[in-house]
């Protein structure tokens, strides 16, 4: 079946906007993971979510950062008032509920940079 | 918290060459441990993992993988290297099933001819 999608793939924008990344899980995948990964390092955990519940959001690095899954299906992490410093490749992972729980599948990621 | 350490950040070697990436890791509580590979301009792609039993796992092409709960290691290895195994493999573990997984830095595999 289809794996985990984002869109869009890369994003340019000018320091101040707002941007919204969006991540299109593994259908009947329950859990729903946000990552950020610099270039040179491996990615660090933002949020996540089961169903539209969001479990844990101490990874957003602060209150410009936030991400919703209103339906539990489709997840979007939006930036306010985007800043040179938050240009990375932003992940989206998907896990299905037990058995296999453990295991994240990860999408292509979005390119965001801020100029 | 738990924290990992991949102590090689580039491994240079031959094609039909070993290879075996080290990765460390810290936690105050049992965890999951898995490796992952990002080839070129693709996503992180699951290796293979440990949950529990026996300590040396077998993954996809070729790759296999030892849990020293002493050493708190989970080292990566392949016996016989190809020119697509140039890759940046990435060590994470987690405490739990359904938890965020902490990665580390990444190491750099270039397979040369």
């Known amino acids: 079946g289809a794996g985990v999608s984002q869109s869009p793939r890369y994003k340019v924008t000018k320091r101040g906007q707002d941007v919204a990344l969006r991540c299109d899980p593994i259908?009947?995948?329950?859990?729903l993971y946000w990552y950020r990964q610099a270039l040179g390092q491996g990615p660090e955990f933002l949020t996540y979510?089961?169903?539209?519940?969001?479990?844990?959001k101490s990874g957003l690095p602060n209150d410009r950062f936030s991400a919703e899954r209103p339906e539990g299906s489709i997840s979007t992490l939006t930036i306010q008032r985007t800043e040179q410093r938050d240009s990375a490749m932003y992940r989206c992972a998907s896990s299905s509920p037990r058995p296999e729980q453990e295991t994240q599948y990860f999408g292509p990621g979005t390119r965001l940079l801020v100029l | 918290a738990q924290s990992v350490t991949q102590l090689d950040s580039q491994v240079p070697v031959f094609e039909e060459a070993p290879v075996e990436l080290r990765c460390n890791y810290s936690s105050s509580v049992s965890v999951y441990l898995f490796w992952y590979v990002q080839y070129p301009n693709q996503g992180l792609q699951l290796l293979l993992k440990y949950l529990s039993g026996s300590t040396l796992v077998k993954g996809i092409n070729g790759f296999e993988a030892e849990f020293n709960k002493s050493q708190t290691s989970f080292h990566l290895r392949k016996p016989s290297v190809h020119i697509s195994d140039t890759a940046e493999y990435f060590c994470?573990?987690?405490?739990?099933?359904?938890?965020?997984?902490?990665f580390g830095g990444g190491t750099r595999v270039l397979v040369k001819p």
């Open positions: 979510f089961n169903y539209e519940a969001q479990q844990d």
């Open positions: 259908s009947g995948h329950v859990s």
């Open positions: 994470a573990v987690s405490k739990a099933a359904g938890n965020k997984l902490t």
